[in-house]
Structures are given as C-alpha cells and as structure tokens.
C-alpha cells in the first residue's frame, strides 16, 4: 500500500512563493501519476496539478496555469507544487494524491497554506 507524505505549507504573505512537497512510499513503481488538489474553507476540492509518471510537464487547474508549477523527482518518487505570487485565494488545505493501476487513487493527509493579506 502507497503512502503519501506532504510537507511545506505554513503562512506566507500575499505575493510571495512557497513550495509543498509529496513523497510516496510503498509500491512506488506502480505509480501512474502524482498531482494535487485544495480545499479552501466552505468549498469543495479543487483540482490544482498532475504529472504522470513518464510526463515532462504537468497538466493545471484553468485558473492556476501560470503561477503554480509541479514537478517530480522519479527517483525520489516525490513531486513539488511550486506556487508563486500567492494571494489569499490559494488560502486551503492542499492534498497530494497518487494515481494506482485498477484506477486506485491516494491521499495525503493534507498541508494548510494560509496567505495573509
């Protein structure tokens, strides 16, 4: 069984960057993709980012495209979610997740990124 580790969030100010990362463990080589979703307070889970397994670029969310970049490290299997010029809107729990065979999908237990205005 796949576990996912997610780390880097905290409170940063309206402007600037952060980066969260996501390490997976378990049966690593059965990954098919990595990516992540938010969940800002009294809304539903949105889909921010996604890499596959063999993919050089990511694919994003329609309203993030161009602030937010993710990235991998396959020997690590760990992805990154760089995030820049934040405003409080990206203000929510961020959830990293991995794509299984048989369509089995995982969850971190979440990070909270709080940016003050």
């Known amino acids: 069984q796949e576990q996912l580790v997610e780390s880097g969030g905290g409170l940063v100010r309206a402007g600037k960057s952060m980066r969260l990362s996501c390490e997976a463990s378990?049966?690593?080589?059965?990954?098919?993709?990595m990516g992540w979703f938010r969940q800002a307070p009294g809304k539903g889970r949105e889909f921010v980012a996604v890499?596959?397994?063999?993919?050089?670029?990511?694919h994003y969310g329609d309203s993030l495209r161009g602030r937010f970049t993710i990235t991998k490290d396959s020997v690590k299997t760990m992805v990154y979610l760089q995030m820049d010029n934040l405003g409080p809107e990206d203000t929510a729990v961020y959830y990293c997740?991995?794509?299984?065979?048989?369509?089995?999908?995982?969850w971190g237990q979440g990070t909270q990124v709080t940016v003050s205005s």
């Open positions: 378990g049966r690593t080589n059965d990954i098919l993709d």
């Open positions: 997740y991995l794509d299984g065979p048989g369509g089995g999908r995982i």
């Open positions: 890499i596959g397994r063999s993919a050089a670029r990511g």
